[in-house]
């Protein structure tokens, strides 16, 4: 395997985190204030990412090292590219989308019950 290619599964594999963060990241954050205000930046920029113009670093970074590699890179997006084809391999671009996005608002909102919610200990 050459470099390129274990660089391209690399930024894969550091997307999937980056996912796995986004998404269960409030599970390690309470009473932990550095890690909640990092997981609610992390939720903004998610959604921020998903429906501005703006293409993924992780995504541009996987494409290049695809190409270096000389594996055939994709064009879409990483959601469309790899979370579509394996959990939702009928329904459009759009809807995962906002699926995304709702999933990330919907995390936050959690934290502002937490907020809401709070005692001497911490939220």
């Known amino acids: 395997m050459n470099l390129d290619r274990l660089l391209a599964v690399a930024a894969l594999l550091l997307h999937l985190f980056w996912l796995l963060w986004v998404i269960f990241g409030w599970l390690v954050t309470r009473r932990r204030p550095l890690l909640r205000w990092l997981h609610i930046g992390s939720l903004l920029y998610g959604i921020v990412i998903t429906v501005g113009p703006w293409p993924c670093p992780l995504t541009l970074a996987e494409q290049y090292f695809q190409t270096r590699a000389g594996l055939v890179g ?14 939702y391999p009928e329904l459009p671009l759009a809807w995962l ?3 995304g996005v709702a999933v990330c608002s919907g ?10 919610h709070r005692d001497m200990r911490g939220w």
């Open 107 to 116: 995390i936050l909102l959690l934290y502002v019950w937490r907020f809401l």
């Open 97 to 99: 989308t906002w699926g």
């Open 74 to 87: 994709y064009e879409e997006s990483f959601l469309e590219h790899y979370l579509e084809r394996l959990v």
